[in-house]
């Protein structure tokens, strides 16, 4: 009897999530909505739904610590194109893991790590990106980026945009 109430006890242990890393407030699941929503439209080369997935005015400092902004969708719709990275041989891109590294009532700062693929799901290149997630009228988006991608060309001599 006493090794069936252990072995129950630790069933439910193990099952049981064990930080608080595993619970997310609303804001938070809503800010990792937004990045998955990011990253889908990315990878489904739709440009009105990517540019849609950011909040206006928009920024990314990018991997050589260059600011760029973008008051309004419009303006980024301008610049939004996927043959760039489809030139590089790019198929799709992966989150590794995403982490919320702060968050309070409308703001999430949400770190992840993603993989670009080629053919063959054979990884291309691999980079963080820490996105500052903001809630407006109801509505979370990706407000501010800041990502390593001109980095990581620049150390590999690899032309990826």
């Not at 109801?138 to 990581?152: D, F, K, P, T």
């Amino acid at each position: 009897m006493k090794t069936w109430i252990v072995g129950m006890l630790f069933v439910v242990w193990s099952v049981m999530p064990q930080a608080d890393e595993n619970r997310w407030t609303v804001q938070e699941a809503s800010a990792l909505v937004a990045v998955d929503e990011y990253l889908d439209a990315f990878n489904a080369r739709d440009a009105k739904r990517f540019a849609a997935a950011l909040h206006y005015p928009h920024m990314r400092v990018d991997g050589l610590g260059r600011p760029a902004f973008w008051p309004t969708l419009d303006d980024y719709l301008k610049v939004v194109e996927f043959e760039s990275a489809m030139r590089t041989g790019w198929v799709y891109s992966r989150y590794d893991w995403k982490r919320v590294v702060q968050s309070g009532k409308h703001k999430v700062h949400v770190m992840v790590s993603f993989t670009r693929y080629g053919a063959d799901d054979k990884p291309l290149h691999t980079q963080e990106s820490l996105y500052v997630v903001t809630e407006h009228d109801g509505r979370w988006a990706i407000q501010v980026r800041s990502s390593y991608l001109e980095q990581v060309q620049a150390d590999s001599g690899i032309k990826l945009k």
